[in-house]
Protein backbone atom coordinates (compact mmCIF):
# COMPACT_ATOMS: atom_id res chain seq x y z
CA UNK A 1 0.00 0.00 0.00
CA UNK A 2 0.97 3.87 -0.40
CA UNK A 3 2.69 5.81 2.37
CA UNK A 4 3.33 9.41 2.75
CA UNK A 5 6.13 10.16 5.31
CA UNK A 6 6.89 14.04 6.00
CA UNK A 7 9.24 15.30 8.90
CA UNK A 8 9.52 17.10 11.23
CA UNK A 9 6.19 17.29 12.48
CA UNK A 10 6.99 20.40 14.33
CA UNK A 11 9.69 22.86 14.29
CA UNK A 12 10.39 26.49 15.86
CA UNK A 13 13.16 28.63 13.52
CA UNK A 14 14.55 31.91 14.07
CA UNK A 15 13.88 34.61 11.44
CA UNK A 16 16.03 34.76 8.76
CA UNK A 17 17.60 30.79 9.11
CA UNK A 18 17.08 28.38 5.91
CA UNK A 19 14.05 25.48 6.29
CA UNK A 20 14.35 22.15 4.16
CA UNK A 21 10.68 20.05 4.80
CA UNK A 22 11.24 16.38 3.49
CA UNK A 23 8.19 14.21 1.92
CA UNK A 24 8.72 11.26 0.64
CA UNK A 25 6.20 8.50 -1.03
CA UNK A 26 6.28 4.49 -0.67
CA UNK A 27 4.45 2.46 -2.94
CA UNK A 28 3.86 4.37 -6.14
CA UNK A 29 5.66 5.66 -8.87
CA UNK A 30 5.74 8.93 -10.86
CA UNK A 31 2.78 10.21 -8.67
CA UNK A 32 2.22 14.25 -8.41
CA UNK A 33 3.26 15.65 -5.39
CA UNK A 34 1.57 18.91 -3.86
CA UNK A 35 3.04 21.42 -1.16
CA UNK A 36 0.28 23.23 0.72
CA UNK A 37 0.12 25.79 3.86
CA UNK A 38 -2.51 26.52 6.06
CA UNK A 39 -1.91 29.58 8.18
CA UNK A 40 -4.09 29.71 11.15
CA UNK A 41 -7.60 29.65 11.32
CA UNK A 42 -7.80 29.53 7.25
CA UNK A 43 -7.96 27.18 3.83
CA UNK A 44 -5.49 25.46 2.09
CA UNK A 45 -2.78 27.54 -0.07
CA UNK A 46 -1.42 25.47 -3.12
CA UNK A 47 2.30 26.43 -3.14
CA UNK A 48 3.58 24.41 -5.34
CA UNK A 49 2.65 20.92 -7.35
CA UNK A 50 5.06 18.47 -9.22
CA UNK A 51 4.50 16.23 -12.45
CA UNK A 52 8.08 14.87 -12.41
CA UNK A 53 11.31 14.69 -11.66
CA UNK A 54 12.82 18.62 -11.82
CA UNK A 55 9.21 19.77 -12.87
CA UNK A 56 8.08 22.01 -10.43
CA UNK A 57 5.26 24.69 -10.70
CA UNK A 58 5.17 27.49 -8.15
CA UNK A 59 1.44 29.04 -7.97
CA UNK A 60 2.18 31.81 -5.10
CA UNK A 61 5.66 33.82 -5.71
CA UNK A 62 7.43 33.84 -2.44
CA UNK A 63 10.11 33.57 0.34
CA UNK A 64 9.73 29.58 -0.33
CA UNK A 65 11.20 27.03 -3.00
CA UNK A 66 10.52 23.58 -4.11
CA UNK A 67 12.68 20.61 -5.21
CA UNK A 68 11.97 16.70 -6.67
CA UNK A 69 15.16 15.27 -6.91
CA UNK A 70 13.91 11.99 -7.26
CA UNK A 71 10.40 10.16 -8.21
CA UNK A 72 9.19 10.38 -4.96
CA UNK A 73 11.26 12.74 -3.16
CA UNK A 74 9.82 16.69 -2.82
CA UNK A 75 11.54 19.48 -0.88
CA UNK A 76 10.39 22.40 0.66
CA UNK A 77 13.46 25.11 0.89
CA UNK A 78 13.89 28.84 2.29
CA UNK A 79 16.93 30.70 2.59
CA UNK A 80 15.79 33.02 5.12
CA UNK A 81 12.41 32.06 6.87
CA UNK A 82 9.97 35.08 7.17
CA UNK A 83 7.48 35.73 10.65
CA UNK A 84 5.19 35.64 8.07
CA UNK A 85 6.00 31.58 6.67
CA UNK A 86 4.70 30.34 10.24
CA UNK A 87 1.84 27.77 8.91
CA UNK A 88 0.86 24.22 9.08
CA UNK A 89 3.05 22.59 5.74
CA UNK A 90 1.21 19.43 4.18
CA UNK A 91 2.72 17.25 1.63
CA UNK A 92 0.23 15.30 -0.55
CA UNK A 93 0.38 13.56 -3.75
CA UNK A 94 -1.74 11.91 -5.82
CA UNK A 95 -1.38 8.43 -9.16
CA UNK A 96 -1.44 9.64 -12.31
CA UNK A 97 -4.25 11.61 -14.47
CA UNK A 98 -7.27 9.50 -13.01
CA UNK A 99 -9.69 10.37 -10.57
CA UNK A 100 -7.35 9.22 -7.88
CA UNK A 101 -7.79 11.64 -4.94
CA UNK A 102 -5.60 13.92 -2.84
CA UNK A 103 -3.50 11.72 -0.05
CA UNK A 104 -1.78 14.20 2.59
CA UNK A 105 0.48 13.83 4.60
CA UNK A 106 0.71 14.09 8.64
CA UNK A 107 1.97 18.12 7.79
CA UNK A 108 4.63 20.36 9.36
CA UNK A 109 3.53 22.61 11.89
CA UNK A 110 6.46 25.49 11.29
CA UNK A 111 6.87 28.72 14.00
CA UNK A 112 8.81 31.36 12.88
CA UNK A 113 10.02 33.17 15.48
CA UNK B 1 -10.46 24.26 -11.57
CA UNK B 2 -14.30 25.74 -10.76
CA UNK B 3 -14.96 27.78 -7.76
CA UNK B 4 -16.64 25.91 -4.83
CA UNK B 5 -18.29 27.85 -2.06
CA UNK B 6 -19.20 26.43 1.39
CA UNK B 7 -21.16 27.59 4.46
CA UNK B 8 -18.61 28.87 6.89
CA UNK B 9 -19.78 26.86 9.61
CA UNK B 10 -22.54 24.33 10.37
CA UNK B 11 -24.05 22.28 13.50
CA UNK B 12 -25.45 18.67 13.83
CA UNK B 13 -26.40 16.57 16.74
CA UNK B 14 -25.17 12.94 16.99
CA UNK B 15 -27.25 10.54 15.26
CA UNK B 16 -28.50 12.68 13.26
CA UNK B 17 -27.56 12.92 9.25
CA UNK B 18 -25.05 15.82 8.81
CA UNK B 19 -25.94 17.83 4.85
CA UNK B 20 -23.07 19.43 3.81
CA UNK B 21 -23.58 21.68 0.86
CA UNK B 22 -21.23 23.06 -2.04
CA UNK B 23 -22.30 25.35 -4.52
CA UNK B 24 -19.82 24.80 -7.98
CA UNK B 25 -22.08 26.70 -10.51
CA UNK B 26 -19.40 27.28 -12.80
CA UNK B 27 -18.72 23.67 -12.80
CA UNK B 28 -17.43 22.32 -16.49
CA UNK B 29 -18.70 18.86 -18.05
CA UNK B 30 -15.49 17.40 -16.99
CA UNK B 31 -14.76 18.46 -13.43
CA UNK B 32 -15.46 15.89 -10.67
CA UNK B 33 -16.41 16.93 -7.60
CA UNK B 34 -14.33 15.61 -4.27
CA UNK B 35 -14.93 16.15 -0.88
CA UNK B 36 -12.13 15.89 2.07
CA UNK B 37 -12.09 16.19 5.72
CA UNK B 38 -9.80 17.71 7.78
CA UNK B 39 -9.67 17.15 12.06
CA UNK B 40 -7.93 19.83 13.84
CA UNK B 41 -3.62 19.59 13.21
CA UNK B 42 -3.79 16.44 10.78
CA UNK B 43 -3.88 16.47 7.37
CA UNK B 44 -7.08 16.09 4.63
CA UNK B 45 -8.53 13.31 4.31
CA UNK B 46 -10.00 12.21 1.43
CA UNK B 47 -13.76 10.63 1.27
CA UNK B 48 -15.40 10.54 -1.67
CA UNK B 49 -15.70 12.05 -4.96
CA UNK B 50 -17.96 12.10 -8.08
CA UNK B 51 -19.22 13.09 -11.66
CA UNK B 52 -22.65 13.29 -12.11
CA UNK B 53 -24.36 10.26 -10.27
CA UNK B 54 -24.93 10.11 -7.24
CA UNK B 55 -22.03 8.11 -5.00
CA UNK B 56 -21.83 6.04 -1.58
CA UNK B 57 -19.29 4.50 0.27
CA UNK B 58 -18.59 3.53 3.58
CA UNK B 59 -17.84 6.96 4.97
CA UNK B 60 -20.56 9.45 2.86
CA UNK B 61 -23.27 9.60 0.27
CA UNK B 62 -22.62 12.38 -2.59
CA UNK B 63 -25.74 13.62 -4.13
CA UNK B 64 -24.91 15.79 -7.16
CA UNK B 65 -27.83 17.88 -8.38
CA UNK B 66 -29.02 17.22 -12.08
CA UNK B 67 -27.53 20.77 -13.11
CA UNK B 68 -23.94 19.73 -11.39
CA UNK B 69 -23.99 23.23 -10.33
CA UNK B 70 -24.34 21.89 -6.56
CA UNK B 71 -23.39 18.93 -4.53
CA UNK B 72 -24.30 17.74 -0.87
CA UNK B 73 -21.97 15.73 1.76
CA UNK B 74 -23.83 13.60 3.54
CA UNK B 75 -22.82 11.38 6.43
CA UNK B 76 -25.75 9.23 7.48
CA UNK B 77 -25.62 9.13 11.60
CA UNK B 78 -22.83 11.89 12.55
CA UNK B 79 -20.79 11.01 15.63
CA UNK B 80 -18.85 13.57 17.86
CA UNK B 81 -15.55 11.99 15.48
CA UNK B 82 -16.95 13.92 12.59
CA UNK B 83 -16.10 16.87 13.90
CA UNK B 84 -14.06 18.89 11.22
CA UNK B 85 -13.85 20.82 8.72
CA UNK B 86 -15.18 19.76 5.02
CA UNK B 87 -13.90 20.79 1.77
CA UNK B 88 -15.45 20.45 -1.69
CA UNK B 89 -13.33 21.41 -4.39
CA UNK B 90 -13.82 20.27 -8.20
CA UNK B 91 -10.92 19.24 -10.10
CA UNK B 92 -10.32 18.56 -14.08
CA UNK B 93 -9.89 14.88 -15.24
CA UNK B 94 -6.39 13.95 -16.50
CA UNK B 95 -5.25 17.81 -16.36
CA UNK B 96 -1.94 18.22 -13.51
CA UNK B 97 -4.69 19.83 -11.72
CA UNK B 98 -4.18 22.71 -8.99
CA UNK B 99 -6.41 21.34 -6.60
CA UNK B 100 -7.65 24.44 -4.84
CA UNK B 101 -9.17 23.99 -1.48
CA UNK B 102 -11.43 27.22 -0.35
CA UNK B 103 -11.88 27.78 3.41
CA UNK B 104 -14.54 25.04 3.74
CA UNK B 105 -17.61 24.45 6.34
CA UNK B 106 -16.60 23.66 9.55
CA UNK B 107 -19.15 20.88 10.87
CA UNK B 108 -19.53 20.54 14.86
CA UNK B 109 -21.23 17.65 15.81
CA UNK B 110 -23.02 18.01 19.95
CA UNK B 111 -24.46 15.81 21.87
Known amino acids: SQTIHQWPATLVQPVGSPLSLECTVEGTSNPNLYWYRQAAGRGLQLLFY??????ISSEVPQNLSASRPQDRQFILSSKKLLLSDSGFYLC????????????FGNGTRLTVT | DAKTTQPPSMDCAEGRAANLPCNHSTISGNEYVYWYRQIHSQGPQYIIH???NNETNEMASLIITEDRKSSTLILPHATLRDTAVYYC????????????FGTGTRLQVTL
Open chain 1, 92 to 103: AWRGGQGVSPLH
Open chain 2, 50 to 52: GLK
Open chain 2, 89 to 100: IARTLGTASKLT
Open chain 1, 50 to 55: SVGIGQ
